[in-house]
């Protein structure tokens, strides 16, 4: 992996821990981490890994939202380029493995968004949600009126961003905006048991599910049936397909390789 300033990668077995590296700025997001993130998740793209974990430095936030400072000197093109162009949130949104947002703490505004952006979402009770956007006069613009619209309801959504309030573990658990909630010093090891567990599944399937998943909020249902019928299709056509059917008949455990 090449070096980046405001990102670390660390490898254990088949499971990255991607993370964003700026706690004294409660790692907000600047151009630079959307840079450097896009460079990362390209890169681990080719890598071997097979789940991926991204996270905030330190203990008291994952991510406290996009750069306020930066916003100062933008202008409407200038922002609207910068989040037409590659971002960040759009990469996680296309990366090919599982991704698991594990959040340590603030968990705002673009922080939000690319917590959304990853597949399964991980909290420590410490852990606090919100789109505070309206506070600044503007909405969210890194996905957010969609992604958390389609993941937890109109009217919840609606609430948390026309409020800008900051929700709780429990309530976003409740909510469904995260899948689990765990003590703060657990919620490392549980988060990495989660990725591991999925990392020794069949990787082309684990895309494939995605994929498709992620298509039933982009089409009607349809259209996701029939996407769902070919993205079956193409499993069998896989030697770990041969290799899980084999291992079920043989009553072993399946040696899954990505082929
Ligand atoms: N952009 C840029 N800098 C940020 C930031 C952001 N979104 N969020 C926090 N920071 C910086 C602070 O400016 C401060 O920097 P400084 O020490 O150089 O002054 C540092 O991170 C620590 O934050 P601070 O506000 O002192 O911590 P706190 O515990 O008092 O408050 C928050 C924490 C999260 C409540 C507060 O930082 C906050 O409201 N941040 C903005 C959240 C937001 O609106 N995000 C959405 C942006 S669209």
């Given at each position: 992996m090449?070096?980046y300033e405001?990102?670390?990668?660390?490898?254990?077995?088949k499971?990255?821990i991607l993370t964003?590296?700026?706690p004294?700025k409660?790692?907000?997001l600047?151009?630079?981490?959307?840079?450097?993130?896009?460079a990362?998740?390209?890169?681990?793209?080719?890598d071997d890994?097979?789940v991926?974990i991204v996270?905030?430095?330190?203990?008291k936030s994952?991510v406290a939202?996009?750069?306020i400072?930066?916003?100062?000197?933008?202008t409407?093109?200038t922002?609207?380029?910068l989040?037409h162009?590659k971002t960040?949130f759009?990469?996680?949104d296309?990366f090919?493995?599982?991704?698991?947002?594990m959040?340590?703490?603030?968990?705002?505004?673009?922080?939000?968004?690319?917590a959304l952006?990853?597949?399964?979402r991980?909290?420590?009770?410490?852990?606090?949600f919100s789109?505070p956007?309206?506070n600044?006069?503007?909405i969210?613009?890194?996905?957010?009126?969609q992604?958390l619209t389609?993941?937890i309801?109109e009217g919840?959504?609606m609430e948390?961003?026309?409020?800008?309030?900051?929700i709780?573990?429990q309530t976003?658990l409740?909510?469904?905006l995260v899948?689990?909630?765990?003590?703060a010093?657990?919620l490392e090891?549980?988060t990495?048991?989660?990725?591991?567990?999925?990392?020794?599944?069949?990787?082309?399937a684990?895309q494939?599910?995605?994929?498709?998943?992620?298509f039933a909020?982009?089409?009607?249902?349809?259209?996701g049936?029939?996407?769902?019928v070919?993205?079956f299709?193409i499993c069998?056509?896989?030697e770990?397909?041969q290799?899980?059917?084999?291992a079920?008949l043989?009553k072993?455990k399946?040696?899954?390789?990505?082929?």
């Open positions: 090449a070096n405001t990102i670390t990668v660390e490898k254990r077995g499971v990255a964003i590296n700026r004294d409660l790692n907000a600047n151009k630079q981490v959307h840079t450097e993130g896009v990362a998740l390209a890169e681990l793209r080719r890994v097979r991926l996270t905030g430095a330190g203990e994952f939202g996009a750069d400072g930066e916003f100062a000197g933008q409407p093109v922002q609207r380029d989040f162009e960040f759009n990469s996680i296309a090919p493995k599982p991704v698991i947002a959040v340590n703490g603030f968990c705002l505004g673009g922080g939000n968004e690319l952006a990853c597949d399964l991980t909290a420590s009770e410490t852990a606090r789109q956007e309206i600044l006069g503007i969210p613009g890194g996905g957010g009126t992604r389609h993941l309801g919840r959504a948390i961003m026309l409020t800008g309030d900051m709780d573990a976003a409740q909510f469904g899948n689990h909630v765990y003590p010093a657990e090891s549980k990495i048991e989660l990725a591991e567990k999925i990392a020794e599944k069949a990787p082309i684990l494939l599910i995605k994929e498709a998943v992620k909020s982009r089409s009607n249902l349809d259209e049936l029939r996407r769902e070919d993205l299709a069998f056509s896989t770990d397909k290799e899980g059917v084999s079920f043989e072993r399946p040696v899954f390789k990505g082929k």
